[in-house]
């Protein structure tokens, strides 16, 4: 069984800074993509950026510039570093663990999901 565990959300005022961690726990062999989602009340739950293993990363328009996502394969951490936040940046945000390997098996792979992580910018 894995788990995905999100922490770092809460309360920020306008342009300021909050940074999600995300860590992928069981028994894992191999994540090929990890990514971060949101969704606001009301509104689909949208991409705001993912990282593949070997650094490659994709960002929502609106957040580009503002955050950045890494990870750290070893620890199977994924990390989204927000600046500059923004009232529309409030939402639930959601770690996203793709094309999970649970063994050496290539063509098994597994999608999970964290519980959420919530995120307020106000002031």
């Not at 090929?32 to 949208?46: D, F, H, I, L, V």
């Not at 960002?59 to 750290?72: A, E, H, L």
């Not at 070893?74 to 940046?89: F, G, H, I, R, W």
């Amino acid at each position: 069984q894995v788990q995905l565990v999100e922490s770092g959300g809460g309360l920020v005022q306008p342009g300021g800074s909050l940074r999600l961690s995300c860590a992928a726990s069981g028994s894992i062999f191999s994540i090929s993509a990890m990514g971060w989602y949101r969704q606001a009340p009301g509104k689909q739950r949208e991409l705001v950026a993912t990282i593949t293993s070997d650094d490659r990363t994709n960002y929502k328009d609106s957040v580009q510039g503002r955050f950045t996502i890494s990870r750290d394969n070893a620890e199977n951490t994924v990390y989204l570093q927000m600046n500059s936040l923004k009232p529309e940046d409030t939402a639930v945000y959601y770690c996203n663990a793709d094309r999970v390997r649970l063994t050496s098996d290539y063509f098994r792979t597994y999608n999970y999901w964290g519980q959420g992580t919530q995120v307020t910018v106000s002031s």
